[in-house]
Nanobody, 115 residues
Framework: QVQLVESGGGLVQAGGSLRLSCAAS????????MDWYRQAPGKERDFTAR???????NYADSVAGRFTISRDGAKDTVYLQMNSLKPEDTAVYYC?????????WGQGTQVTVSP
């Protein structure tokens, strides 16, 4: 089993920045891609960003150019740097990780962007 713990959420004004962290622990040998999803109230959980073992990244169109995903392999930690935040970025942000075809989720961290 893989455990994922997110941190760094909070309340920020529009235009501000936040950095989310996600630390992986447990049976983390051969973790593959790690990603971030988000879920706004009353909506489905949506893909936000992904980074592979090789460092390839991809982003949802809604965050491209504003968010940056990065990974510290030595610490088995993935980050999401969020800049130029908008009220529509308000959501619970979930970290995810792939291992041997299974996807694991963290518990989520709330991000609230005020106008």
């Amino acid at each position: 089993q893989v455990q994922l713990v997110e941190s760094g959420g909070g309340l920020v004004q529009a235009g501000g920045s936040l950095r989310l962290s996600c630390a992986a622990s447990g049976r983390i040998f051969m973790l593959n891609a790690m990603d971030w999803y988000r879920q706004a109230p009353g909506k489905e959980r949506d893909f936000t960003a992904r980074i592979t073992n090789g460092g390839t990244t991809n982003y949802a169109d809604s965050v491209a150019g504003r968010f940056t995903i990065s990974r510290d392999g030595a610490k088995d930690t993935v980050y999401l740097q969020m800049n130029s935040l908008k009220p529509e970025d308000t959501a619970v942000y979930y970290c995810g990780a792939w291992q041997y075809g299974s996807h694991y989720w963290g518990q989520g961290t709330q991000v609230t962007v005020s106008p």
